[in-house]
């Protein structure tokens, strides 16, 4: 590992004291659409879909490409992946995949609770013994995982390559966590865990369907 624990922190302690109001912003943000999600109102799906890609946009350029890169040169590669995701998302919006979800069953339920966890991130990181304004608190890569992670594992349609850039995160994030004793980042590991084991189930619901289907049907 290129920097310490403190250097690491120290990379927050500039991003909260230079955006802070957008942490704040988007924190409320994340809130109002994710409760009209919830209550199954369109427009706060779509909004939500484009509020999870502007917040990878933006953790890619302001936190990787601006402050996590001088203390390591891999940032330049998570910016990378962050853009692609944010890019993805982007495109699921316009093949309105993310609109309409399914908090039942162990899937919904699970991506219900990250995302609340991530709702409640902020208040966990400022109770875990750092002292603002170095610790992460929103809008930044870890919680901006969760979310997605658990806002993906909800939707009704499940596609693997909306998936595949934060369970990457999940275990590079959720790496450092351990190493650096960040507990408030340890459900990180957890929600790549249940994202990899939704999507996998997913995935073998279909192609079961798929198989009964032909088989009802043949050619």
Known sequence: MPFGLT??????????????????????????????????????????TWLLAAMWLWSAVFYHAMIFTRINPLAWLFCGLFVAEGVALVLAWRLRLLTAFDWRGWRGCSGLALIGYAL????????SGHAYPALPLFNVPCPTAILTLGVLLSARDRRWWLATVPIIWSAIGGSAAVLFGMTVD?????????????????????RA??????ARNPA
């Open 186 to 206: 340890y459900p990180l590991l957890v929600a790549g865990a249940l994202a990899g084991a939704g999507f996998a189930s997913a995935g073998r619901a279909r």
């Open 209 to 214: 369907t798929a198989l009964c289907d032909t």
């Open 7 to 48: 250097d690491f922190l120290e990379t927050f302690a500039v991003y909260n004291r230079t955006f802070w109001p957008l942490v704040a912003t988007s924190w409320l943000a994340s809130l109002v659409v994710v409760v009209g999600a919830r209550r199954g109102a369109k427009r706060m799906s779509v909004a939500l």
């Open 120 to 127: 409640a991130y902020p208040a966990v990181s400022l109770a």
